[in-house]
């Protein structure tokens, strides 16, 4: 069901950080973090749909590799109306707008909301971020601040996005603000995208689900669980990635920017 968060605009060299856990079922086939040989894109990839969860525009050229500065991000929206097999892949947003060469606030009030099942989408480049779903929320740039969401409405607060944004706040912040370099602070951050800890009855929120599936849900990290296999508790959903994209300021003027993702993966099979 995944979960993100975003430092948007708060640190002059890194201008984004961005961090995610993706949550899906274990069997869904996945390719890890690669160039893509068919598409400018440097991402994890589905290989069930074809798209990504979390990516940004990579072309390989001879000898190097070319960046524009695009992000974007996607998560499932929880609200109990499953899916439909007409609908596109919720990842061919991400991909498109990699792909695209229209301004975030354009591409997002382009998009033909009732194509997809439900979803939050964030995408950015170097000067603009926008976040955008198909239940009520209309584009909308993101202030400079941090920003976490989850699988309701960017605005909700739920146990586990209050959870992700204190523990940021406290331990993950201040150590980019004394030093933006990845070894000094990455580290920290993966931890903190590590907690398990669930939340209490009373601060669940209401998404349409059984109260079962919402506390499996509830942490930053999903431990692998038996979602829909409960009588032979076989695990069959977790989170399986984490990872954390960047946009760093280039050079003495600061006018270029390089994009970064550092991923973990999880084989929860192997347990």
């Not at 109990?80 to 609908?87: F, K, L, R, S």
């Not at 909301?113 to 740039?141: E, K, S």
């Not at 800890?197 to 059984?210: R, S």
Request: aromatic fraction near 10%; proline fraction near 5%; hydrophobic fraction near 35%.
């Amino acid at each position: 069901m995944c979960i993100v968060a975003i430092a948007w605009q708060l640190f002059d060299e890194l201008p984004l950080v961005l961090l995610s856990n993706r949550d899906e079922f274990l069997e869904r086939p996945t390719e890890s973090l690669h160039q893509w040989s068919d598409q400018p894109i440097y991402a994890g990839r589905d290989k069930q749909s074809g798209g990504t969860w979390l990516g940004i525009h990579q072309e390989k050229k001879t000898g190097f590799f070319e960046q524009n500065g695009r992000w974007a991000a996607v998560l499932n929206f929880r609200d109990g109306v499953q899916a439909g097999t007409n609908e596109r892949s919720r990842g061919a947003l991400v991909t498109d707008f990699l792909t695209s060469t229209i301004s975030p606030m354009d591409f997002a009030r382009n998009i033909t909301l009732q194509d997809y099942a439900g979803f939050n989408l964030i995408i950015g480049d170097t000067a603009q971020a926008v976040i955008v779903n198909n239940r009520g929320h209309a584009p909308t740039p993101l202030y400079a601040g941090l920003h976490v969401l989850s699988n309701g409405q960017p605005e909700d607060s739920w146990f586990k996005t209050e959870k992700l944004r204190g523990r940021l706040r406290q331990e993950v912040l201040p150590l980019i603000a004394k030093n933006s370099a990845p070894e000094y602070w990455q580290e920290a951050a993966f931890d903190v995208l590590s907690d398990s800890t669930p939340a209490p009855a009373d601060k669940l929120p209401d998404t349409g689900v059984a109260f079962e599936v919402e506390q499996m849900l509830s942490s930053v990290y999903i431990e692998p669980v038996a979602f829909g296999n409960t009588e032979n508790n076989v695990p069959t959903y977790g989170t399986r990635t984490q990872s954390i994209l960047t946009l760093r300021k280039e050079g003495a003027t600061g006018a270029n920017f390089t994009a970064n993702i550092t991923s973990r993966e999880f084989d929860h099979h192997s347990k």
